[in-house]
């Protein structure tokens, strides 16, 4: 199947509608018995569960989606609008789901098969491949339905979690479909509300998806469809192969974005915010690769930590500013999304199940993606730390797979951003995934707090400016300069010993070797420093390498860059980009070193407060029982 951009004829679809509508008006289908009654019990939506083993057992059922969608409000013969919209996008998509498979059919030997099989049986060989397309066509279509039927339907409540997995079945595409539409009757069954009909439609759509995916591996025959890129813009759907479709339609992104000459201090990680956008940027939607991912420097993961109040919600909107500005500019989609500690819940699982779908939406290879975790020391947790809830441990496990699992692919059209008050709270393998620290510190010097008290006073004055050169001190290139000398040598007193006493013993770093000494005497002072450290390290070497300015003329207009071929982004890229120097090696070993041993020594603070509290505790309540006992009213 051709890797580009597939789209599907609206006669194609059109063409399966009659048989579409009979799936959703009554079907038949053979089920294993679970041994629950088909009736409810009086006055509930709950049914009798028999106690008598029947697994082996299998049973007709009669399926009639449209009288069961209907039966959610008995007392109107007119279907509401929900009702409706979930009966239409089921036809929909199971006429969508069988022009899909006949594009599969097309795309190998799937078609030219079935027209042999239909003049005479099979056999042999041929019978095998052919049994093996057909069940992988079956699957492509369930696939196709549940992507649908996820990404059409608008559900916001609290997705239930008795929602069980179909009866899957694989023989042919329409028994695939067949399974699915008798999988979601029973799960709208008894739906309190049109609001509830719509959540348990959805949270279906869901749950088959992950069943779906689970058995993805039992099919050998899936290999033309992994690269499939089909795109109906009626529906604006969009299926890229096996990839887990978006939860729903993205919606107009409204934000307060920031441009950079608003952003005060914090120069380094303002100047590689501007150049992570322009990174980003120079994704090849064709390819689905980005340039610096193949030569160097790309940024998939950061964590940026600082005091209250020193603008990390300002780098935020910077970053989407300018990203939400590119992609217009471009004409592509553009995906925002923050996690936050509203999506950790209560029901188990469903805290990562929340965080999955966040970081599949950002992933989504048809777009530029940008993904933050806001207080990331609250939303995921220390897997030492027992005080925390299961919903914060299982976001701590996804974050981890997700950003440097053995699944995890790097397609350069997103970053995710980390930001923390206190980042020595966040568990340390999962903060060591983090490719680059900002140290976000806001506003340092005289120079500074003029410009930040000018901006946020605004012009309702008459108040003479003095002698200032206003916000020449924020020009980036300028003050990125000072700011990575300042790193020259370290700043954390831990890391300022292990320092001076490697100058001490080997002088100023001249080869590969020194500076390999220099690292594994870091990691004798501060544990945590690991081989991960090391690779963080390099990367942000790497970047420093692809320290170049793209010129801000390649954005301007889309066909000066951004939508030139992905061989040629990779040549101009490749045209602006120098050798790294010891000196950048130094400073970003000391940049990340710091942030180290910053945490470490934060961390180590906060356990000997907390002893000390607990020690006083402890001292003033023996004295008080004391008391208590002289008094004769204690009664331990």
């Given at each position: 199947m051709d890797t580009g951009l597939t789209t599907i004829p609206e006669a194609d679809i059109e063409k399966h509608r009659a048989t579409a509508h009979s799936f959703i008006t009554r079907i038949v289908v053979l089920e294993d018995s679970s041994g629950q009654s088909g009736t409810a019990l009086a006055g509930t939506n709950r049914r009798f569960v028999s106690t008598v083993?029947?697994?082996?057992?299998?049973?007709?059922?009669?399926?009639?989606?449209?009288?069961?969608?209907?039966a959610i409000r008995p007392d109107d013969q007119l279907m509401s609008i929900s009702q409706h919209t979930l009966l239409y996008r089921a036809r929909r998509g199971l006429a969508i789901a069988l022009a899909v498979a006949d594009v599969f059919a097309r795309g190998g030997d799937l078609e030219s098969l079935q027209a042999k099989n239909a003049r005479a049986p099979l056999e042999g060989d041929e019978a095998t491949h052919f049994k093996k397309l057909l069940t992988a066509s079956a699957y492509v279509s369930a696939f196709t339905l549940a992507s649908y039927l996820l990404q059409t339907i608008d559900a916001d409540g609290e997705a239930p979690n008795d929602i069980a997995e179909p009866d899957f079945l694989f023989d042919t595409a329409q028994d695939a479909l067949k399974a699915?539409?008798?999988?979601?009757?029973?799960?709208?069954?008894?739906?309190?509300?049109?609001?509830?009909?719509?959540t348990r439609a959805r949270a279906f759509a869901r749950t088959a998806?992950?069943?779906?995916?689970?058995?993805?591996?039992?099919?050998?025959?899936?290999?033309?469809?992994?690269?499939?890129?089909?795109?109906?813009?009626?529906?604006?759907?969009?299926?890229?192969?096996?990839?887990?479709?978006?939860?729903?339609?993205?919606?107009?992104?409204?934000?307060?974005?920031?441009?950079?000459?608003?952003?005060?201090?914090?120069?380094?990680?303002?100047?590689?915010s501007v150049k992570l956008a322009k990174m980003l940027m120079a994704y090849d939607f064709d390819r689905e690769l980005n340039p610096f991912v193949e030569l160097g420097?790309?940024?998939?993961?950061?964590?940026?930590?600082g005091s209250p109040g020193t603008g990390k919600t300002t780098l935020i909107q910077m970053i989407a500013g300018l990203l939400h500005g590119y992609c217009q500019t471009a004409g592509y989609q553009f995906v925002y999304e923050n996690f936050g500690?509203?999506?950790?819940?209560?029901?188990?699982?469903?805290?990562?199940?929340?965080?999955?779908?966040?970081?599949?939406?950002?992933?989504?290879?048809?777009?530029?993606?940008?993904?933050?975790?806001?207080?990331?020391?609250?939303?995921?947790?220390?897997?030492?730390?027992?005080?925390?809830?299961?919903?914060?441990?299982?976001?701590?496990?996804?974050?981890?797979?997700?950003?440097?699992?053995?699944?995890?692919?790097?397609?350069?059209?997103?970053?995710?951003?980390?930001?923390?008050?206190?980042?020595?709270?966040?568990?340390?393998?999962?903060?060591?995934?983090?490719?680059?620290?900002?140290?976000?510190?806001?506003?340092?010097?005289?120079?500074?707090?003029?410009?930040?008290?000018?901006?946020?006073?605004?012009?309702?004055?008459?108040?003479?400016?003095?002698?200032h050169d206003l916000y020449a001190a924020q020009e980036i290139q300028r003050a990125v300069e000072?700011?990575?000398?300042?790193?020259?040598?370290?700043?954390?007193?831990?890391?300022?010993?292990?320092?001076?006493?490697?100058?001490?013993?080997?002088?100023?770093?001249?080869?590969?070797?020194?500076?390999?000494?220099?690292?594994?005497?870091?990691?004798?002072?501060?544990?945590?420093?690991?081989?991960?450290?090391?690779?963080?390290?390099?990367?942000?070497?790497?970047?420093?390498?692809?320290?170049?300015?793209?010129p801000d003329e390649w954005f301007e207009k889309p066909e000066a860059f951004m939508h030139?071929?992905?061989?040629?982004?990779?040549?101009?890229?490749?045209?602006?980009?120098?050798?790294?120097?010891?000196?950048m090696v130094m400073q970003e070993i000391n940049r990340y070193a710091d942030s180290e041993f910053r945490y470490s020594d934060r961390s180590d603070d906060a356990a000997v407060e907390k002893m000390i509290r607990d020690t006083?505790?402890?001292?003033?309540?023996?004295?008080?029982?004391?008391?208590?006992?002289a008094k004769g009213a204690w009664n331990g």
């Open positions: 083993s029947t697994g082996s057992v299998r049973k007709t059922r009669e399926i009639e989606l449209a009288k069961t969608v209907g699915l539409i008798a999988g979601l009757d029973r799960a709208i069954s008894g739906a309190k509300d049109d609001a509830d009909l719509m998806i992950d069943g779906l995916l689970t058995r993805k591996g039992r099919f050998d025959g899936l290999g033309t469809f992994e690269n499939a890129h089909i795109r109906i813009d009626a529906d604006d759907f969009t299926i890229d192969g096996f990839d887990v479709a978006p939860g729903k339609k993205s919606k107009p992104l409204v934000m307060t974005f920031k441009k950079p000459d608003e952003v005060v201090g914090n120069h380094i990680a303002k100047y590689q420097g790309f940024l998939f993961t950061f964590i940026g930590d500690v509203d999506q950790i819940s209560s029901y188990q699982g469903k805290s990562g199940q929340n965080c999955k779908q966040f970081i599949t939406n950002v992933l989504n290879p048809r777009a530029i993606g940008f993904g933050t975790v806001d207080d990331i020391d609250q939303v995921a947790a220390k897997r030492s730390d027992d005080r925390a809830s299961a919903g914060q441990q299982e976001i701590t496990g996804v974050l981890m797979e997700a950003f440097s699992g053995a699944s995890t692919v790097i397609r350069g059209n997103c970053s995710f951003g980390m930001f923390s008050n206190y980042p020595e709270n966040v568990d340390d393998a999962l903060r060591q995934r983090a490719g680059a620290r900002w140290l976000v510190d806001g506003p340092q010097s005289r120079d500074d707090y003029i410009d930040i008290f000018v901006l946020l006073a605004g012009k309702n004055h008459k108040i003479p400016l003095g002698e000072n700011a990575y000398e300042g790193y020259s040598k370290p700043h954390e007193d831990g890391l300022v010993k292990v320092y001076d006493r490697f100058m001490k013993e080997n002088g100023e770093p001249k080869t590969m070797a020194d500076v390999g000494t220099y690292l594994h005497q870091i990691k004798e002072a501060e544990p945590r420093f690991t081989g991960r450290a090391v690779k963080n390290v390099t990367d942000a070497i790497k970047m420093r390498a692809m320290d170049i300015e793209l030139k071929s992905y061989d040629d982004k990779k040549a101009m890229i490749e045209e602006l980009r120098g050798p790294f120097s010891m000196e006083r505790l402890r001292e003033r309540a023996i004295r008080e029982i004391e008391g208590l006992k």
